[in-house]
Each structure stands twice: as structure tokens, then as C-alpha cells.
């Protein structure tokens, strides 16, 4: 396995990134896209990519503005900007397999948004939140929205177009995502090629955090994922 840190420039801010391959010259065509909150990074979902690596499928992973090594001050960002980061991001994948969007809460709202726009073959979604399409210049200082099941969210119109392989997983113990906004992604997923949720049961929100130490449940939660990208790839 092979990890290799860069940046890039995105509307002006130079964003930080990591790409993991399962060896030097590898195609990375999995991007992953973190959650909301000063803490969020782009090494907690280390463990899911480098298991991926570890079966011949390579990835990058990055900080929206205001996050980790990235410049720039996340009060000042919304959801349109982070749209714009994680476009400036697919750039620098590997177009030779198809792609798959990883997203952890906002970051699930934000793949489910762009989906018609990078056309990805798989979507895999930690705990996706969902806003309100009157939410997307609000700035994260606090004048955000709470998650919820709105049926007038872009992630939920974004969803409605995808036609390929859709894994959720969901934390029976979350209080930020209400169970109800993932019964709305897969409603509205309604031309997914499969469809497929998994609830871990003592999970509360911050799953990536959780995730790593269960020593018997990760391995099965890890081969889930794998084999959903690896059937999505089969498939195209």
C-alpha cells in the first residue's frame, strides 16, 4: 500500500489531500467526503480506505476549507462552496474505473447532491445528513440547519437520479441525523440499481470515531463496503 500526501487550489483555498493505493501508479477513483465540525479530517476514515488499498482498490481523501491542513476558516464556508471543493477534488481521480462517493454526514448530503454531476457508480453513506435546499450559501457559523428529512433538499433530488449501487449505514443511537432522513434517501432512491442499509445498533453519530475498535463488527462492516464497490464496478 502506498499513501501519498498533495494539495490542490479550489476557489482560492489550497486544500489538503491523501491518496491511498494499493500500490505506486494505482487508479484512485473512490473519494471520500468528511462531516461538519472543527474536528473533521480526512484520517479518520483511514481505516475503511486503507482496507480498500488493501484489495486493489486505490481512493483520495481531503479537507474542505477550514478543516484540518486545509487553508481557509470554516465559519466562512457553506454547503455551495463545499460543493464547488469536492468538484476541484474529483479532478484528481483516476477516470480509467468507475467512481465511488464516500460521504460522512455532510459529507453524505454532498455526494447524494452531486451524484448527477460526477455520475458515480457506488455511493456509500456514513449517517448523511440532509438541508434544506434554502441552506446551501448558509455559512457554518451557526446559521446552518439542523438535519432533517426535507423533501426539498438537493441531496434528496440529487439521489433521485442515481441508477447505481446505494450502501447506507446508519447509527441506531444517533441524535444529530434522525433515523427518518435515511428512510428519505431511500425513498428517494428510487432509480438505484440496489439499495442496501446497515444499522449498527450501540452507534451513536460520530461512527468514525466508534467503528474502529469493534473488533468483531468492523471486519464485517468493511467487506460490506468493498463488496458493494467491487459489484458496482462489475456492473458498469
Not at 493505493?21 to 477513483?29: F, K, L, N, R
Not at 454547503?79 to 476541484?88: F, S, T
Not at 440496489?194 to 444499522?199: D, E, N
Request: aromatic share 8%; glycine share 8%; proline share 5%.
Amino acid at each position: 500500500m502506498k499513501a501519498e500526501d498533495f494539495t490542490f487550489n479550489a476557489d482560492g483555498q489550497r486544500l489538503a489531500a491523501t491518496r491511498v493505493q494499493p500500490e505506486a501508479g494505482a487508479a484512485s477513483s473512490i473519494l471520500t467526503l468528511h462531516g461538519l465540525g472543527h474536528t473533521s479530517n480526512r484520517h479518520t476514515i483511514r481505516y475503511v480506505l486503507n482496507h480498500l488499498a488493501e484489495h486493489g482498490l486505490g481512493s483520495v481523501c481531503f479537507e474542505f476549507s477550514g478543516n484540518g491542513d486545509s487553508s481557509g476558516v470554516m465559519e466562512e464556508s457553506c454547503l455551495q462552496r463545499r460543493y464547488g471543493e469536492v468538484l476541484a477534488a474529483a479532478e484528481h481521480l483516476d477516470k480509467r474505473e468507475p467512481l465511488t462517493l464516500i460521504g460522512t454526514s455532510m459529507g453524505g448530503h454532498l455526494a447524494a447532491w452531486l451524484a448527477p454531476i460526477l455520475k458515480p457508480a457506488c455511493l456509500v453513506l456514513f449517517c448523511p445528513a440532509c438541508y434544506p435546499a434554502d441552506a446551501v450559501e448558509s455559512r457554518f457559523d451557526g446559521s446552518l440547519a439542523r438535519p432533517g428529512p426535507y423533501a426539498d433538499s438537493p441531496a434528496y433530488a440529487g439521489i433521485s437520479a442515481f441508477d447505481g449501487d446505494l450502501l447506507i449505514i446508519g447509527a441506531r443511537k444517533d441524535d444529530v441525523v434522525p433515523a427518518a432522513v435515511l428512510d428519505g434517501y431511500l425513498a428517494a432512491a428510487r432509480s438505484a440499481r440496489s439499495k442496501h442499509i446497515v444499522w449498527l445498533d450501540d452507534c451513536e453519530h460520530f461512527i468514525h470515531r466508534w467503528l474502529p475498535h469493534q473488533d468483531t463488527l468492523r471486519p464485517q462492516v468493511l467487506k460490506t463496503i468493498r463488496d458493494t464497490i467491487l459489484l458496482a464496478r462489475a456492473r458498469q
